[in-house]
């Protein structure tokens, strides 16, 4: 009995110490940027002059809505900037829309541009460090017009706009990406049929993909050489925010389902990055035809990786083109766009990261459409700690961007999905702070 009595006391004492340990331990190491992300076109307002706008007015956007005012950012953006300053973000990662600063081929417009100085401005007032994203799925119309990133010529106009940025905000900008989940943009354009230009061949994806990979390793160089140029030489980090996401075969004994999880996973979450990080961009589509391009000039373009990150699918082969379907087929918890929760997922994609291309990592985006707000404290938990677990190259984790600060117009859905800390009224445009907006502050706070 006497055994059993200090097996038992060792037990709860070990459990306990270890318990309050990992209670007491912080989740991140000094120097780790607390961050909320969100992009012009979903919270601004007003974007007449991009490919979105005319988009969305042919009917293509759930319940026949389109962005208008959208959050109405574009008048409220101070008050969004005490709401951070509120919730103790370090850092605000939000785009600079090209189709408001270049909304006629070659005209740079100087007052659209202010209201990113102002804003950066502001943001440096109250110490939260700006993230900049040039180029996040919109593009200006006439850019469009002219065939968007399937014409050559693209790569100049984004190196011209990209410049034009710097000009005003570079010297204060240390955090840059150039596209957004270009992987993710360039397929629901031409193998999903869900964005312009609306294929789903995958035939066509080849020039754009080439295109916006020249793109991107052009403006890498350019932001870098402008900082250069400055006498403070402050280091400047560049990359891409990739579209990082867990593909599982619905029919585990299917071949062909194996396959094709396979094979999008590669798609979505490495060959964007394989070609910025050896110059060598490899897309295999699911039928015979493979993309291979040597891309020299795009090699060891990037300084860290940016992650976004949001679920888990199941992938079935279909015989006809696109041949996949993806889904959350076997009912699985999840949030309310039926997006699998699955935080686990978060450190498998990190440490493969990790591991395949040295370079540190920012996870620049991870959020919930929850319209209650009874998911979003346990998602955010349940992906900090994940994060936080990762003991290979811990530190070499940057920061983490919530997304998002706002709730906001979410493409092709709409304004229903609500990913917001911060609630909006859409009639008034009220903000109003939900209980997670309070957790994630408190997390924030305590690094806890
Ligand atoms: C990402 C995208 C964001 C936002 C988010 C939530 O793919 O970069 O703009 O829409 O998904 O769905």
Redesign the pocket.
Known sequence: MKYVIALLLFLTTTLGYSFSDQMNEPLFDKGFEWCV?T?AH?IEGNNFHSDWWAFEQEGHIKNNETSGLATNHIELWQEDIALMKELGVTTYRFSVEWAKIEPKKGEFNEEAMMFYVNLVNELEKNNIKPFVTLH??TLPNWLRLDGGWANKESIERFELFADFVYKHIGDKVNYWITT??PM?YLLGGYAFAEVPPMKNTWADIGAPLVNLVKAHAAVYKLLHHNRNQEESRTPIHVGI?N?FRIFKAHRAINPLDQVAAFYAQRALNNSFLDAINDGELVLYFPTMINLRVHIPEAKGTQDFVGV?Y?KRDEVKFIKKAPFLEIGNFSNKEASD?NWEIYSKGLKKVVEKTLKKYDVPIFIT?N?I?DKSDSKRPDFIASHLKVLSNIKRGKSRILGYCH??LLD?F??R?GFD?R?GLVEIDYETFERKPRDSFYYYKSIIRKNK
């Open positions: 992300a992009s979903q996040h799925f957004n989940e993710l925010a579209h976004n949001y766009l985006e959020g459409a997304w998002s906001n979410e493409w859905e999905p990913f």
